[in-house]
């Protein structure tokens, strides 16, 4: 089949790259328009943009699929089928019925759990042992096509959202050409979704990546890997100044420490938590590098009773065990 192929992160490189060394062709590629990023500010491709390029295949990069020179261009690429992986702009209805077998998107979560943006990370934060990734077509609701297919992953005990997603991105890749391969065989065939089992997964800010030191230390672990690498964990240093976490280790046995007091060691960094602790790992210092949290406690030498968070402790009342029912 003729493919126009939209995507733009890197999580959607793969299922590119599988669908050029299928019996599929990719006549052009569909990405977000560059941005400028890094220190430089330096004009940047998206990577599916960038390894497009790389194989010559022509790069679509419109701000919006409403802009009629966009729809003209995409019509007449006269395709059969746009396979779709993360591309992050709205597919207005009436380019839907273009290609002859429709939008086909791989998403990142066993429909219909977890629609919407950020599946991975909720999945993460929900504390579920088992995700997955579904192709479906595009409809008008989001994320609410019939399903061509699914396939299942284990959630590891430490994964953050970046382990999971770069599985969940190779294994994807596949199922993506299986359904494609289907589709022109006609032997495949969507399933309407079912009612029951619905949740969404709403794109992730930077206020969702704080961590709530009064949540129990399972809580906070989920939280803070669910956010590895993106947006990125935080909380707050007693001058306001903003400390990144990498993902943290609980440990329920320390429980002589308030939720954000910390406890600093020539080997660790504890940190209470509203049951148990847990220990830091990686922190990353306002406008400096990651580093241990053993190595930036050496150098920051926090003093005894140091409180992380103070500014986004629980609300007056609230008891730890309500709180961390509502988060888990």
Known sequence: ???????????????????????????????????????????????????????????????????????AEIAALDVDAAPVVAYGVLVPPDLLAVPRHGWVNLHFS????????????????????????????LEEGLDTGPVFGTLTEVVRPRDT??????????????????TLDGIEDGALAPVPQPADGVSHAPKLGPEDARVRWWHPAHVVDRRVRGCTPAPGAWTTLPDGARL?????????????????????????????????????????????????????????????????????RAPSGASAGAVAGEAS
């Open 161 to 178: 959202s970046g382990d999971l997603l770069d599985r969940l991105a190779v294994a994807g890749a596949e199922l993506l050409v299986r």
């Open 244 to 312: 990144g976490l990498g993902p943290v280790v609980p440990v329920p046995d320390v429980t002589d420490l308030a939720p954000g007091e910390l406890r600093a060691t020539k080997q660790e960094v504890l940190v209470g938590t509203g049951s148990g602790a847990v220990r830091l790992g990686e922190v990353v210092p306002t406008g400096r590098r990651p580093m241990t949290a053993a190595d930036w406690a050496r150098g920051a030498r926090p003093a005894a009773g140091t409180v992380l968070g103070v500014d986004g």
């Open 1 to 71: 089949m003729r493919l126009l192929f939209a995507g733009s992160p890197a999580p959607a490189v793969p299922s590119l790259e599988a669908l050029l060394a299928s019996r599929h062709e990719v006549v052009a590629v569909l990405s977000r328009p560059d941005a400028r990023v890094g220190r430089g500010r330096t004009l940047t491709p998206s990577p599916v943009a960038a390894a497009a390029r790389a194989h010559g295949i022509p790069v679509l990069t419109p701000r919006t699929l409403r802009d009629d020179a966009a729809r």
């Open 110 to 137: 066993v429909l219909p759990a977890w629609r919407g943006a950020a599946p991975v990370q909720h999945a993460l934060m929900a504390g579920d042992e088992v995700t997955g990734a579904s192709t479906f077509r």
